[in-house]
């Protein structure tokens, strides 16, 4: 059902890096921070309920809400998500050559042979998981796709194809199952009509691998005095931002971005503007 790519880059060689355990604990940061005002709402019904004869029991993690992260076979970043998710609501779906250790179930639910869009477009709803309220896309290739050992693109292209047209992936130039396909599909669908984010708040980490030689980019003013080239993360930036629009979200960019040799990742807050939980998440950020 699922096919399977042959995985080029060093992931051991990323995964023990200090940088990479720092964008981990800041996801994880801000995955706490929403989650804090509803555990904060779940330890008073607790207090609350003791104080009336009631038991309930004290919280110690999120039992409602989920997270997505593509993760190599030490499951870093899932550990890391261990004290916000319990194992059972984290989800990484994984279509490389890697094997996973035998105790990889006491992390998180790991879905061998299976791309992220495949996950989403299938194996998702089938299984009743989401939507998300923390995902990480911790690809090792560039925005539009390359999975070259070189890991670049020899140019790039605007995203029109992606925000006008949700068959993009079939049309001509367009690689599938890349990174911004991955995100169309994150931020487009869903098994009900609120899409597979989790309108109440949620976090984004986005890592993508640096154009080597990116060219000279597509301009997309007129050309002259202050017209200014949109890179592969200006790309992503309005992709993003267009996707949660038309969602009903507000897609939020926090300003922590963690460059590597590599690859780069940067933090975005999504939610539903009305949400508390968001907004709680807004003003403590």
């Not at 990480?136 to 605007?158: A, H, I, N, V, Y």
């Not at 992503?236 to 996707?243: D, G, H, K, N, V």
């Amino acid at each position: 059902l699922f096919a399977s790519r042959v995985e080029r880059y060093p992931w051991k060689d990323k995964v023990a890096s200090p940088l990479k355990q720092e964008a981990n604990s800041r996801l994880a940061a801000l995955a706490q921070l929403l989650q804090t005002p509803t555990l904060r709402q779940a330890k008073d019904k607790a207090i609350e309920g003791k104080r009336g004869g009631r038991d309930y029991p004290q919280p110690q993690a999120s039992d409602d809400r989920w997270a997505l992260v593509l993760d190599a076979p030490t499951l870093s970043s899932a550990r890391a998500l261990g004290q916000v998710y319990r194992p059972n609501r984290i989800v990484v779906p994984n279509d490389g050559e890697s094997k996973f250790g035998s105790d990889a179930s006491k992390q998180a639910i790991v879905i061998p042979g299976c791309s992220f869009n495949a996950y989403l477009t299938s194996e998702a709803k089938k299984l009743g998981h989401g939507p998300f309220s923390c995902v990480f896309l911790d690809f090792t290739s560039c925005l539009k796709g390359s999975w070259r050992p070189s890991q670049e693109l020899e140019s790039l292209e605007d995203l029109e194809p992606a925000l006008g047209d949700q068959n993009a992936s079939h049309s001509s130039g367009w690689c599938a199952a890349s990174p911004a396909e991955d995100i169309f599909q994150l931020l487009s669908g869903g098994p009900q009509e609120e899409g597979w984010i989790d309108r109440r708040g949620a976090v984004l980490a986005v890592t993508l691998a640096h154009l080597r030689n990116p060219g000279k980019p597509r301009q997309r003013t007129s050309p002259g005095k202050g017209s200014q080239a949109l890179d592969q993360w200006d790309q992503l930036r309005l992709l993003i931002a267009t996707l949660s629009a038309r969602q009903g979200l507000s897609a939020i960019p926090v300003p922590w971005r963690i460059e590597q040799t590599s690859v780069a990742t940067e933090f975005w807050l999504l939610g539903d503007p009305k949400s508390s939980d968001f907004q709680g998440a807004l003003s403590s950020e």
